[in-house]
């Protein structure tokens, strides 16, 4: 089990070499690295409540601690993925249940599609009826490693029937 997760990138801390502890919190030696001269690291314009970022980083470590437990892992993996892009891009949610996108992010209509460490392959489907203009995909490895990728709609393979599908591996990486 790590020790803990990085505050910025929710990337496992295995041992101490990964990161540093600092003020209550773990922070890996990659985004540390990722500050360069700018200071800026992986931080957007958006502003995500502390209080939002402790529950996610809860949530994250329960589902681990559960897994190394229990063997099993627990089914929220589909919130979890709406969390971290509401964390990571500022995407606003739409209320329970609304139809057509999970959210905003600007003018776009968001719509999040999670990969867990359960499914076989990295490919997921969405609506082709869906009201919205960015798909947003987490996936999340058997780890608890979060990596997100965005396409916008117009990008995805044209076709007949009611759902498009994207694999991960074929999103371009924010990485790169």
Request: include cysteine; proline fraction near 2%.
């Amino acid at each position: 089990m790590p020790l803990g997760y990085c505050r910025f990138t929710h990337r496992p801390i295995e041992s101490a070499s990964d990161g540093i502890w600092d003020d209550g919190d773990w922070i890996s030696w990659d985004y540390i690295s990722s500050l360069g001269d700018s200071g800026q690291g992986e931080s957007s314009s958006h502003t995500v409540s502390q209080e939002l970022r402790d529950i996610f980083e809860s949530l994250v470590h329960t589902a681990a601690a559960y897994k190394q437990h229990t063997g099993r892992y627990l089914n929220i993996f589909g919130e979890l993925g709406e969390l971290y892009a509401e964390i990571e891009l500022g995407i606003r949610r739409n209320k329970l249940n609304a139809p057509g996108s999970d959210g905003r992010l600007g003018n776009d209509f968001i719509e999040v599609k999670t990969i867990s460490p359960l499914k076989q392959d990295d490919k997921v489907q969405v609506k082709r009826k869906g009201n919205f203009n960015k798909l947003y995909v987490v996936k999340i490895s058997e780890n608890f490693f979060f990596e997100g990728r965005m396409i916008d709609r117009r990008d995805l393979k044209k076709g007949e029937g009611k759902f498009a599908s994207v694999k991960f591996a074929d999103m371009e990486s924010d990485d790169e």
